[in-house]
Protein backbone atom coordinates (compact mmCIF):
# COMPACT_ATOMS: atom_id res chain seq x y z
CA UNK A 1 0.00 0.00 0.00
CA UNK A 2 0.87 3.43 -0.89
CA UNK A 3 -1.32 5.46 1.09
CA UNK A 4 -2.24 7.44 -2.29
CA UNK A 5 -5.91 7.17 -3.65
CA UNK A 6 -7.54 7.39 -6.37
CA UNK A 7 -9.34 10.57 -5.08
CA UNK A 8 -5.69 12.09 -4.84
CA UNK A 9 -5.30 11.67 -8.61
CA UNK A 10 -8.62 13.23 -9.33
CA UNK A 11 -8.18 16.09 -7.50
CA UNK A 12 -4.31 16.66 -8.85
CA UNK A 13 -5.98 16.35 -12.54
CA UNK A 14 -8.44 18.21 -11.87
CA UNK A 15 -6.01 21.46 -11.48
CA UNK A 16 -4.55 20.82 -14.59
CA UNK A 17 -6.22 21.40 -18.49
CA UNK A 18 -7.03 18.22 -18.60
CA UNK A 19 -5.13 17.06 -21.85
CA UNK A 20 -3.36 14.30 -22.72
CA UNK A 21 -0.52 16.13 -21.52
CA UNK A 22 -1.56 17.07 -18.40
CA UNK A 23 -2.71 13.43 -17.64
CA UNK A 24 1.29 12.20 -18.24
CA UNK A 25 1.96 14.44 -16.06
CA UNK A 26 -0.54 13.36 -13.52
CA UNK A 27 0.35 9.92 -14.25
CA UNK A 28 4.18 9.81 -13.53
CA UNK A 29 3.23 12.03 -10.17
CA UNK A 30 0.88 8.85 -9.07
CA UNK A 31 3.08 5.38 -11.10
CA UNK A 32 3.08 4.42 -7.25
CA UNK A 33 -0.59 3.88 -6.97
CA UNK A 34 -1.66 0.78 -5.97
CA UNK A 35 -3.46 -1.67 -8.10
CA UNK A 36 -7.11 -1.41 -6.60
CA UNK A 37 -6.53 1.95 -6.97
CA UNK A 38 -5.41 2.16 -10.16
CA UNK A 39 -8.73 0.37 -11.01
CA UNK A 40 -11.33 2.62 -9.52
CA UNK A 41 -9.85 4.89 -11.94
CA UNK A 42 -10.07 2.81 -15.31
CA UNK A 43 -13.64 1.88 -14.11
CA UNK A 44 -14.47 5.43 -13.09
CA UNK A 45 -16.96 7.63 -15.08
CA UNK A 46 -14.41 10.45 -14.97
CA UNK A 47 -13.03 10.56 -18.60
CA UNK A 48 -10.06 11.64 -17.23
CA UNK A 49 -9.53 9.09 -14.15
CA UNK A 50 -9.84 6.16 -17.33
CA UNK A 51 -7.26 8.50 -19.36
CA UNK A 52 -4.96 8.34 -16.18
CA UNK A 53 -5.55 4.97 -15.56
CA UNK A 54 -4.65 3.73 -18.95
CA UNK A 55 -1.18 6.20 -18.95
CA UNK A 56 -0.67 4.21 -15.56
CA UNK A 57 -0.84 0.53 -17.44
CA UNK A 58 1.21 1.85 -19.84
CA UNK A 59 4.21 2.59 -17.05
CA UNK A 60 3.48 -0.36 -15.70
CA UNK A 61 4.15 -2.44 -18.39
CA UNK A 62 7.46 -0.11 -19.33
CA UNK A 63 8.60 -1.20 -15.80
CA UNK A 64 7.26 -4.59 -15.35
CA UNK A 65 6.19 -6.64 -18.61
CA UNK A 66 3.05 -8.40 -16.99
CA UNK A 67 0.47 -9.90 -18.74
CA UNK A 68 -2.16 -9.26 -16.59
CA UNK A 69 -1.59 -5.40 -17.29
CA UNK A 70 -2.62 -6.67 -20.74
CA UNK A 71 -5.91 -8.30 -19.41
CA UNK A 72 -6.76 -5.23 -16.83
CA UNK A 73 -7.06 -3.04 -20.01
CA UNK A 74 -8.67 -5.27 -22.60
CA UNK A 75 -11.40 -6.34 -19.75
CA UNK A 76 -12.30 -2.19 -19.99
CA UNK A 77 -12.81 -2.01 -23.55
CA UNK A 78 -14.46 -5.15 -23.67
CA UNK A 79 -17.14 -4.00 -20.87
CA UNK A 80 -17.11 -0.56 -23.42
CA UNK A 81 -15.67 1.59 -21.01
CA UNK A 82 -13.47 3.44 -23.41
CA UNK A 83 -15.41 6.31 -25.23
CA UNK A 84 -12.22 8.09 -26.34
CA UNK A 85 -10.07 6.47 -29.37
CA UNK A 86 -7.20 8.00 -27.82
CA UNK A 87 -7.65 5.42 -24.68
CA UNK A 88 -6.94 2.88 -27.44
CA UNK A 89 -3.99 5.14 -29.61
CA UNK A 90 -1.84 5.74 -26.70
CA UNK A 91 -1.72 2.15 -24.94
CA UNK A 92 -2.65 -1.05 -27.59
CA UNK A 93 0.57 -0.68 -28.80
CA UNK A 94 2.20 -0.88 -25.76
CA UNK A 95 -0.16 -2.97 -23.77
CA UNK A 96 -1.38 -5.51 -26.94
CA UNK A 97 0.94 -5.57 -29.27
CA UNK A 98 4.69 -5.25 -27.89
CA UNK A 99 3.69 -8.42 -25.53
CA UNK A 100 3.14 -10.44 -28.76
CA UNK A 101 6.60 -9.29 -30.36
CA UNK A 102 8.33 -10.65 -27.69
CA UNK A 103 7.22 -14.18 -29.08
CA UNK A 104 2.95 -14.77 -27.62
CA UNK A 105 0.99 -15.91 -30.44
CA UNK A 106 -0.89 -13.46 -32.80
CA UNK A 107 -4.08 -15.30 -32.89
CA UNK A 108 -5.33 -13.39 -29.97
CA UNK A 109 -5.77 -10.17 -32.36
CA UNK A 110 -7.19 -11.66 -35.16
CA UNK A 111 -9.70 -12.87 -32.18
CA UNK A 112 -10.14 -9.17 -30.88
CA UNK A 113 -10.94 -8.40 -34.99
CA UNK A 114 -13.86 -9.98 -34.49
CA UNK A 115 -15.28 -8.48 -31.65
CA UNK A 116 -18.99 -7.04 -31.45
CA UNK A 117 -17.41 -3.95 -29.89
CA UNK A 118 -15.78 -1.29 -32.07
CA UNK A 119 -13.22 0.42 -29.47
CA UNK A 120 -11.88 -3.43 -29.10
CA UNK A 121 -11.67 -3.90 -33.05
CA UNK A 122 -10.14 -0.86 -32.93
CA UNK A 123 -7.50 -2.34 -30.23
CA UNK A 124 -6.70 -5.08 -33.00
CA UNK A 125 -5.76 -2.75 -35.49
CA UNK A 126 -3.58 -0.32 -33.34
CA UNK A 127 -2.18 -3.24 -31.85
CA UNK A 128 0.08 -4.29 -35.04
CA UNK A 129 2.51 -0.96 -34.36
CA UNK A 130 4.65 -3.27 -32.22
CA UNK A 131 5.69 -5.05 -35.07
CA UNK A 132 5.53 -2.53 -37.90
CA UNK A 133 8.26 -0.82 -35.78
CA UNK A 134 10.35 -3.95 -36.27
CA UNK A 135 9.85 -4.01 -39.88
CA UNK A 136 7.30 -6.56 -40.24
CA UNK A 137 4.30 -5.84 -41.62
CA UNK A 138 2.18 -8.78 -42.20
CA UNK A 139 0.31 -9.00 -39.01
CA UNK A 140 -0.87 -5.37 -39.47
CA UNK A 141 -1.91 -5.55 -43.53
CA UNK A 142 -3.25 -9.12 -41.89
CA UNK A 143 -5.82 -7.51 -39.65
CA UNK A 144 -6.38 -4.81 -41.66
CA UNK A 145 -7.76 -6.76 -44.16
CA UNK A 146 -9.69 -8.32 -42.32
CA UNK A 147 -11.72 -5.26 -41.01
CA UNK A 148 -10.89 -2.99 -44.17
CA UNK A 149 -14.97 -3.31 -45.67
CA UNK A 150 -15.94 -2.03 -42.03
CA UNK A 151 -17.80 1.71 -42.45
CA UNK A 152 -17.36 3.04 -39.24
CA UNK A 153 -14.63 5.75 -38.07
CA UNK A 154 -13.09 4.63 -35.66
CA UNK A 155 -12.02 1.26 -37.43
CA UNK A 156 -11.55 3.55 -40.49
CA UNK A 157 -9.41 6.21 -39.01
CA UNK A 158 -7.09 3.06 -37.31
CA UNK A 159 -6.39 1.55 -40.34
CA UNK A 160 -5.80 4.99 -42.47
CA UNK A 161 -2.80 5.43 -39.43
CA UNK A 162 -1.46 1.97 -39.57
CA UNK A 163 -0.98 1.65 -42.87
CA UNK A 164 0.77 5.10 -43.51
CA UNK A 165 3.02 3.55 -40.92
CA UNK A 166 3.37 0.05 -42.68
CA UNK A 167 4.81 2.04 -45.95
CA UNK A 168 7.13 4.72 -43.87
CA UNK A 169 8.55 1.55 -41.72
CA UNK A 170 7.94 -1.49 -42.86
CA UNK A 171 7.28 -1.86 -46.60
CA UNK A 172 6.03 0.73 -48.97
CA UNK A 173 5.83 -2.27 -51.84
CA UNK A 174 3.35 -4.10 -49.14
CA UNK A 175 1.32 -1.19 -48.71
CA UNK A 176 1.46 0.02 -52.39
CA UNK A 177 0.13 -4.35 -52.88
CA UNK A 178 -2.33 -3.96 -49.98
CA UNK A 179 -3.64 -0.71 -51.33
CA UNK A 180 -4.48 -1.65 -55.28
CA UNK A 181 -6.04 -4.57 -53.55
CA UNK A 182 -8.36 -3.13 -51.19
CA UNK A 183 -8.34 0.32 -50.88
CA UNK A 184 -11.24 0.74 -52.74
CA UNK A 185 -12.99 -0.23 -49.60
CA UNK A 186 -11.26 2.50 -47.45
CA UNK A 187 -12.66 5.92 -46.48
CA UNK A 188 -11.60 8.94 -48.61
CA UNK A 189 -10.11 10.11 -44.91
CA UNK A 190 -8.30 6.62 -44.32
CA UNK A 191 -6.80 6.53 -47.95
CA UNK A 192 -6.01 10.07 -47.95
CA UNK A 193 -3.79 9.20 -44.45
CA UNK A 194 -2.39 5.68 -45.54
CA UNK A 195 -0.94 7.32 -48.86
CA UNK A 196 0.21 10.37 -47.28
CA UNK A 197 4.60 9.04 -47.28
CA UNK A 198 4.00 8.22 -50.46
CA UNK A 199 5.95 9.80 -53.63
CA UNK A 200 3.00 12.01 -55.22
CA UNK A 201 2.73 10.28 -58.22
CA UNK A 202 2.10 7.02 -56.68
CA UNK A 203 -0.03 8.81 -53.73
CA UNK A 204 -2.83 10.68 -56.65
CA UNK A 205 -2.98 6.95 -58.23
CA UNK A 206 -4.02 5.40 -55.20
CA UNK A 207 -6.40 8.18 -54.14
CA UNK A 208 -7.88 8.12 -57.31
Not at 94 to 111: D, I, K, M, N, Q
Request: net charge negative; proline share 4%.
Amino acid sequence: MTGLQAEDVLAALARTTGDVASARRVARRFAALDEGERSALLWSEDPGARLVAVLLLVQAMRDSPDEELTEEYLAAAKAERFDDPVLVDLAAEELVGAPLVRGASTGHLFALAKSDVATVRRIAVVAPLAFVKQGDAEVALGIAGRLVRERGDTVQSAIGRVLREVGKRASEPALIDFLERQGRFLSPAARATATEHLPPAERDRLRG
